[in-house]
T-cell receptor
Framework: DQQVKQNSPSLSVQEGRISILNCDYT??????FLWYKKYPAEGPTFLIS?????DKNEDGRFTVFLNKSAKHLSLHIVPSQPGDSAVYFC????????????????FGQGTILTVHP | NAGVTQTPKFQVLKTGQSMTLQCAQD?????MYWYRQDPGMGLRLIYY???????DKGEVPNGYNVSRLNKREFSLRLESAAPSQTSVYFCASSSGLAGTSTDTQYFGPGTRLTVL
C-alpha cells in the first residue's frame, strides 16, 4: 500500500516557467512533509519542508503548499532553471507528540523534472 | 566536513554471498538510517538507529542486519545475498534531538549493489 504517491513519473518545463510537482498521501497521521532533490549518482538532498500546522512554506524560488483536507501537497519552482533538472521525492513523517520523527520517512516514487533551456 | 560517507560505491555479489555496507557521519548526529531505492518504488526504510546503542526495523528489514558500531558508524549486513536485494542503498543521518520540530536527514552518495 503506497501511502505517499507521486502520480507523475516525469515533468518537462521550459526555463523561466513554473514547475509544479504534486504529491498525494493517504495516512492521516502524517504531520510533517518534505521534498528532496536527487541528481544521478548522488544521494537525495533536502529541499524544503512543511508542518501540518501551515498551508504554505516558501524558500527562495521554492514554495510548498499543503492541502490537508485533500491530503495533497505540491512543490512550485519559479522560475525554473536547467540546474533544477533532477528527480524530486516527496516524503512524509508522523512526528507525533514527542516532536521528533526518528526519521521514519515514507517516500513517494519520485518525479523526474527536466527544465529545457 | 565530509557529511555522510558510504563504502563501497559499487559491488557485485553472487547469490548466497555475504557483505557489509559501511556508513559513517561526521555531523555528530544521533540518528542513522538505511534505505534502499528501487525503480518506481522511491526510497524504503530498511533499519534505523534512533541513538547509539539502539536499532529498529523499518519497512523492509527481511534479509538484513545492522550494527550501530558507535555514534559515527552504522553498518548494514547482507548474510546471504539474493537477486531481490539488487538495489541502490542509501545511508542517512539526522540530529534526532527530541523536541525538535524538524529532523532533516542528510544522505550519503549511495552503494549500487548487484546480486547475480
Amino acid at each position: 500500500d503506497q501511502q505517499v504517491k507521486q502520480n507523475s513519473p516525469s515533468l518537462s518545463v521550459q526555463e523561466g516557467r513554473i514547475s509544479i510537482l504534486n504529491c498525494d498521501y493517504t495516512n492521516s497521521m502524517f504531520d510533517y512533509f518534505l521534498w528532496y532533490k536527487k541528481y544521478p549518482a548522488e544521494g537525495p538532498t533536502f529541499l524544503i519542508s512543511i508542518s501540518s500546522i501551515k498551508d504554505k512554506n516558501e524558500d527562495g524560488r521554492f514554495t510548498v503548499f499543503l492541502n490537508k483536507s485533500a491530503k495533497h501537497l505540491s512543490l512550485h519552482i519559479v522560475p525554473s532553471q536547467p540546474g533544477d533538472s533532477a528527480v524530486y521525492f516527496c516524503a512524509a513523517s508522523a512526528l507525533g507528540a514527542g516532536g521528533t520523527s526518528y526519521g521514519k520517512l515514507t517516500f513517494g516514487q519520485g518525479t523526474i523534472l527536466t527544465v529545457h533551456p | 566536513n565530509a557529511g555522510v560517507t558510504q563504502t563501497p560505491k559499487f559491488q557485485v555479489l553472487k547469490t548466497g554471498q555475504s557483505m557489509t555496507l559501511q556508513c559513517a557521519q561526521d555531523m555528530n548526529h544521533n540518528s542513522m538510517y538505511w534505505y534502499r531505492q528501487d525503480p518506481g518504488m522511491g526510497l524504503r526504510l530498511i533499519y534505523y538507529s534512533a541513538s547509539e546503542g539502539t536499532t529498529d526495523k523499518g519497512e523492509v528489514p527481511n534479509g538484513y542486519n545492522v550494527s550501530r558500531l558507535n555514534k559515527r558508524e552504522f553498518s548494514l549486513r547482507l548474510e546471504s545475498a539474493a537477486p531481490s536485494q539488487t538495489s541502490v542503498y542509501f545511508c542517512a543521518s539526522s540530529s534526532g534531538l527530541a523536541g525538535t520540530s524538524t529532523d532533516t536527514q542528510y544522505f550519503g552518495p549511495g552503494t549500487r549493489l548487484t546480486v547475480l
